[in-house]
């Protein structure tokens, strides 16, 4: 969604700022703008459209202190008027926010009755007019924030500058990320690490119901009650290089093609002498009698992959959930129920509030929750007592993929490891699984060298088609919905994923020559009966690719083309099969020349309901 970024320091403070701009672009933006604060006087400069707009009108300055914002339209049209920062009449405050002000309209109303005129249709622009209130009362900047953050409803973070306190940021957060970032005489601030990854690697990340003070001599903390706050800063491990394309024409490719060396990190992280180690949820496994999970989009995807894996291998009823629905409508509370919330961002507002509700229902000790992510430094990571590090690092593209199969591979030993210690399978098969699962990294490797070219080819023809099935069966059919999503995100092109049975029940009216399907058919359980269920849609004269081994090519007149992957167990063929989804995905979309890294109306990081 929205990306904020501040900086008070020494140095130039516009620079600064629109390098944080441009590495907060991948979470998604349609405007952006900074302001900064020049010889007691408040400067602003927004653009609608790309950065270069906003670039292009850069002024020369030297100003040592600043906020920026990309925004990301909720609450009025991407248009320049909309932009942050928004200011005050008198231009004394400036403000940037990301997330949603739910109660603005009855302080518009109050603001507009005392006179304040407003310029946009933002629920953001209150904000400047109360602070500004709040100032000409008399109260210092921080205390104006502090009043003026207690009048707000709803879920927000919030970067402030005020002509009166010129060497000063004033941060508020509240169930929207924003972290401080520590340097030598000079601090910084954004809403993702990933802003000021190359200035800094130490990070103060606030809580919900905090403020900061930020000044070139440090940082202070506060409560929204007043209160003042001591807490020691993080560091990342991530190297700023995880942040470049590193020679790829877009992060997505970077991405799929880093798959094999992710799955090699997620194993060797979590298997420390043959054992899989995924740290103290193992103390709760003897007692687990339900799991749920929570996430949405890709995430979902890997958590019905990890449904699968959960109820076949280690024989626990599983639940998956769209965490925007069950934040709403929960399930009747169930004891000893673990839930698992999968988010490649760690920011996702629905999976926050879905997790926070069991949380808030837990009545003694820790809460079940155990959080699957690549960002142990996200929210998510700050909120749940159990957490699988996936070892992914950062993603930049916004189609997930590379988090995806970390996702998955972190499913994977979470199942293995409680069917082994709940003893539903004995060391020699949790042996052969890892064994298997060990092979996986060079089985992606191959399906990179020798299928690219193909799948590039069979790209060009989805030039003219509006319209293609995905279908899967068993563990394959969240390959097909992932497949589905992957396409119409990136290239959009109407999608969709069905299980392939259920394609007689309705969907085959959709079929003729001009909806292509894409089939997933690997060796297992389901086989045969997927080959039948691909039969019915061939007879309908639609044209099938396949997804599978070479067998599948040894079927006359059924696979147009095959995208071929290696054989392996049935249990981890989603990591052969959504491969060539992914690249498929991406090379339509290159070729139809579209912004394949960030996708028009999708953010990275779904920081508001
Ligand atoms: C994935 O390609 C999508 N961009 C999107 O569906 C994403 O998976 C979803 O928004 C969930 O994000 P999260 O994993 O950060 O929670």
């Known amino acids: 969604m929205c990306g904020i970024v501040g900086y008070v320091g020494l140095q130039s403070a516009l620079g600064i700022l629109m390098e944080g701009l441009r590495r907060l672009e991948y979470r998604g933006y349609d405007s952006a703008g900074i302001a900064w604060l020049d010889n007691g006087e408040i400067h602003v400069l927004r653009a609608a459209g790309k950065l270069h707009n906003l670039q292009a009108q850069l002024p020369a300055t030297h100003s040592h202190v600043g906020i920026g914002h990309t925004r990301w339209a909720t609450h009025g049209k991407p248009e320049e008027r909309n932009a942050h920062p928004h200011v005050d009449n008198q231009r004394r405050v400036a403000v940037v926010q990301n997330g949603i002000i739910e109660n603005y309209r009855a302080l518009r109303d109050e603001l507009t009755a005392q006179g304040c005129v407003f310029t946009s249709d933002t629920d953001t622009e209150v904000i400047p007019h109360l602070v500004s209130l709040y ?13 003026a953050v207690s009048r707000l409803e709803g879920a ?16 508020a957060r509240q169930q929207a990320p924003l972290v401080v970032g520590l340097g030598q005489g000079e601090f910084f601030c954004a ?18 119901g905090e403020l900061a003070r930020l000044t070139p001599l440090g940082v202070e903390l506060y409560t929204f009650a007043g209160q003042r706050v001591q807490r020691y800063p993080q560091r990342l491990t991530w190297s700023p290089l995880a942040v470049e394309k590193g020679g790829f024409k877009h992060y997505m490719l970077k991405e799929i093609h880093e798959q094999p060396a992710v799955l090699r990190q997620g194993l060797e992280s979590h298997l420390i002498e043959g054992q899989i180690a995924l740290g103290p949820v193992q103390e709760l496994y003897a007692q687990v009698e339900h799991i749920h999970i929570v996430a949405c989009g890709t995430s979902w995807h890997a958590g019905l992959v990890g449904k ?9 009823p599983t639940h998956v959930y769209y965490a925007s629905e069950f934040r709403y409508a929960p399930p009747p509370y169930l004891p000893r129920t673990l839930t698992i919330g999968v988010t490649q961002s760690g920011e996702t507002a629905d999976t ?11 009545l003694t000790g820790t809460p079940w929750l155990l959080g699957i992510t690549n960002r142990p430094d996200s929210t998510l990571g700050r909120l749940v007592p159990y957490l699988i590090d996936t070892r992914a690092g950062i993603e930049i593209g916004v189609a997930a993929t590379k988090t995806f199969t970390a996702q998955v591979v972190a499913f994977y030993l979470l199942a293995l490891d409680m069917a082994h210690q709940r003893g539903m399978i004995d060391q020699e098969k949790l042996e052969l699984y890892l064994a298997n699962l060990q092979k996986i990294p060079n089985h992606l490797e ?20 509006h319209h293609v099935i995905y279908l ?15 396409l119409k995100e990136i290239s959009y092109i109407h999608a969709e994923g069905y299980p392939a049975g ?18 997933i058919a690997m060796p297992g359980t389901v086989y045969e009966k997927t080959i039948s269920n691909v039969q019915e849609a061939r007879a309908r004269e639609a044209q099938i690719i396949g997804v599978g081994t070479a067998a599948n090519l040894e079927i006359p007149d059924l696979f147009q083309v095959n995208l071929t992957v290696p054989e392996v167990p049935e249990l981890l063929s989603p990591f052969v099969t959504v491969l060539p989804l992914q690249l498929l995905a991406y090379y339509i979309a290159a070729q139809r020349g579209l912004d394949v890294d960030q996708p028009r109306n999708l953010a990275k990081s779904v920081t508001v309901e």
């Open 502 to 519: 259920e394609m007689k029940h309705g969907p085959i009216a959709l079929l003729d020559k001009n909806v292509p399907v894409v089939a």
């Open 472 to 486: 899967g069966r068993g563990i394959n059919f969240p390959i097909a919905l992932e497949g589905a999503l992957k």
């Open 135 to 147: 100032l000409q009362q008399g109260h210092p900047f921080l205390e104006a924030m502090r009043l």
């Open 352 to 362: 926050l509030a879905a997790l926070s509700l069991v949380a808030s229902r837990t």
């Open 446 to 465: 191959w399906i990179l060298e020798t299928q690219t070219p193909a799948i590039e080819q069979l790209a060009h023809q989805f030039q003219d088609v």
């Open 156 to 171: 927000f973070a919030i970067a402030a500058i005020a002509a009166d306190a010129p060497d000063e940021i004033v941060l």
């Open 308 to 316: 699968y894996l959960l109820e076949q291998i280690a024989q626990i």
């Open 191 to 208: 809403s993702d690490t990933a802003a000021l990854i190359s200035h800094t690697q130490a990070f103060l990340a606030l809580e919900n």
